[in-house]
């Protein structure tokens, strides 16, 4: 079992930064992608970032020149720095781990509430 401990949430005033963390532990045998998802209060989730093993990244448009998606292959931990913060970037944060030869670990941590206001 594969366990996803976020950190680094809070209240932000606008503009402001934050920078998430997310570590993975447990049985990790193989990572292809880790990444951040977030979801307001009566909206689907959607995604923010990823980064894969290959350091390729993927962004949300809205969040695209604001936050960078970065990740410790030797911590197993993934991070995401979060400038320049709007009160649309209110959500709750989840982290996930996506692995295995055929796709099939799909892991996700608890959430972490990132509140941006003044």
């Known amino acids: 079992q594969v366990q996803l401990v976020e950190s680094g949430g809070g209240l932000v005033q606008p503009g402001g930064s934050l920078r998430l963390s997310c570590a993975a532990s447990?049985?990790?045998?193989?990572?292809?992608?880790m990444g951040w998802y977030r979801q307001a209060p009566g909206k689907q989730r959607e995604l923010v970032a990823t980064?894969?093993?290959?350091?390729?990244?993927n962004y949300a448009d809205s969040v695209k020149g604001r936050f960078t998606i970065s990740r410790d292959n030797a911590k197993n931990t993934v991070y995401l720095q979060m400038n320049s913060l709007k009160p649309e970037d209110t959500d709750v944060y989840y982290c996930r781990l996506r692995g295995g030869s055929r796709g099939e670990y799909d892991y996700w941590g608890q959430g972490t509430q990132v509140t941006v206001s003044s």
């Open positions: 980064i894969t093993s290959g350091l390729r990244t």
């Open positions: 447990g049985s990790i045998l193989s990572i292809n992608a």
